[in-house]
């Protein structure tokens, strides 16, 4: 638009030159002709001479308006060239080279021009720059989710995906569409017009299970800036985990009650035959040990309940002290020497020469040391083998307990420090057990930095193993 403008003032220079010339000449040939005394000859030649002179100076003036104009055109078209350029490498992404015109004398207004550029350029850059940052951080942290993000567009396309979504949902490079991804892979019945266009009345949750895993799907629409829908956005959260453990809460609470309940009846029935009428000595004595039996059966359940209850909110104080572990054992086995010698077991402890103390709790580290010896006792028939390793290594000292029970189906040692969790429920209530004790030995365990590990095969046997830190 400037070089036409530019264009449009020469040529009018150019024709007023022409106007001002043709008059000039023009008005010498009037007042030629109006002397007298010249003859019509010298008119003629005097003429002649004038149109000569004014076709030189036209074509004079001519190349003078075609050279003004060629240096105005390219004197205002170079910084225009620059600055379009520069635009053009902005749009592209590239460096804008900034300069400014420095002859500020016929250039004032191309450089206010150029400076206003150079202002929007800087501002544009610094808003593309920050653009850019929030845009990294954003794949930064969709790319690292732990949940699943799925984009669709209007038509149902999908426009972002991140690897935690490809992972639950176990897409495929071709599953590319809503429609084929929730109703055809996974089986769920939603429609994408209802989520978009009825929202208020569509559920925008679902639970599924894909293999092993709960997965829990959240729709949403998302708006462009005419707050008009624009698309859905699937939000995908694994929720295995907390199935699991609401299913183990759920579990936990039937086991609690039904261990309560079983001691219960049995005091309430013992109880009620008693109060029925009169018995003899003997039997009266039976019934009330039975009572007595399921009492402290009862007592001891809740005391593993509360031990565990504390043990989950914290409030088991731990007095941590040096001592040596192996003399810990020996006074473990005294303890229950009596049942030893009822079954007739054969037990034999070994300790290393030079076991270095151990630094935990003694009271928590015994009470782990007596369930494992009495497991063994228990569940090896009589006059079984059971011997006891006390030594050392690397930082650990250890306590390996062998017997040659009965020994745990491999597909219940994944399970054994659940809690209630035994392996023959009616042989372990039998024996008096609440299926809480290697629960309450590990949380131990745990609270002292030590270890226990359990291998056993059913029919040949039981090794267990407990690590703890020594002082060192």
Not at 210 to 227: P, T
Not at 432 to 442: C, E, H, R
Request: charged share 25%.
């Amino acid at each position: 638009m400037l070089k036409n403008t530019q264009l449009k003032i020469v040529l009018i220079f150019f024709i007023l030159g022409i106007l001002i010339i043709s008059g000039l000449c023009c008005m010498y040939i009037v007042d030629l002709t109006n002397i007298q005394n010249i003859s019509q000859d010298i008119i003629n030649i005097k003429t002649e001479k004038i149109f000569e002179i004014s076709i030189y100076l036209l074509i004079g003036y001519c190349f003078f308006c075609i050279i003004m104009g060629l240096i105005a055109i390219r004197h205002t078209n170079k910084p225009l060239s620059s600055l379009i350029n520069n635009i053009e490498k902005l749009v592209a992404g590239e460096e804008v080279d900034i300069k400014y015109i420095e002859d500020k004398k016929d250039n004032n207004e191309i450089n206010e021009l150029v400076n206003a550029f150079n202002l929007m350029t800087n501002e544009l850059k610094q808003n593309i720059t920050e653009i850019t940052r929030q845009k990294k951080q954003i794949e930064t942290i969709v790319l690292h989710m732990t949940d699943g993000i799925i984009a669709f567009n209007m038509e149902g396309n999908v426009i972002l995906v991140n690897p935690a979504a490809t992972r639950l949902l176990r897409l495929m490079p071709d599953d590319n569409n809503f429609r084929k991804i929730f109703n055809s892979n996974l089986n769920i019945d939603i429609n994408m017009e209802k989520l978009i266009y009825l929202e208020d009345w569509t559920s925008s949750e679902q639970r599924i299970t894909v293999g092993d895993k709960y997965i829990n799907l959240f729709f949403a629409q998302f708006k462009d800036e005419n707050d008009r829908p624009s698309g859905i956005m699937v939000m995908i959260q694994d929720i295995t985990e907390h199935v699991k453990l609401d299913n183990m809460r759920k579990e936990f609470v039937a086991d609690v009650s039904h261990e309560l309940k079983t001691p219960i009846t049995s005091i309430m029935g013992y109880a009620d035959t008693l109060l029925e009428g009169e018995y003899e000595k003997d039997t009266q004595v039976k019934f009330l040990n039975v009572i007595a039996t399921e009492a402290r059966r009862m007592a001891k359940l809740v005391t593993d309940l509360l031990t565990l209850s504390r043990f989950d909110n914290n409030l088991v104080l731990q007095e941590k002290t040096t001592f040596d572990l192996g003399e810990l054992v020996k006074q473990c086995q005294e303890k229950v020497q009596i049942e030893i010698e009822k079954k007739k077991h054969n037990v034999e402890c070994f300790v290393t020469a030079n076991v270095p103390p151990v630094y935990a709790d003694k009271d928590g580290i015994e009470r782990v040391i007596l369930n494992i010896l009495t497991n063994s006792i228990k569940y090896t028939k009589e006059g079984g083998n059971i011997k006891i390793y006390v030594g050392f290594v690397y930082n650990d000292a250890y306590i390996k307990i062998i017997d040659n029970g009965i020994g745990i189906p491999e597909e219940d040692l994944k399970r054994i420090f659940e809690r209630f969790y035994r392996v023959d429920k009616a042989r372990t209530r039998e024996m008096g057990g609440t299926g809480l004790g290697l629960s309450i030995a590990k949380e131990i365990l745990d609270r002292n930095n030590g270890t226990i590990d359990i291998k056993s095969q059913k029919g040949e046997g039981t090794e267990v193993v407990i690590r703890v830190p020594t002082k060192s």
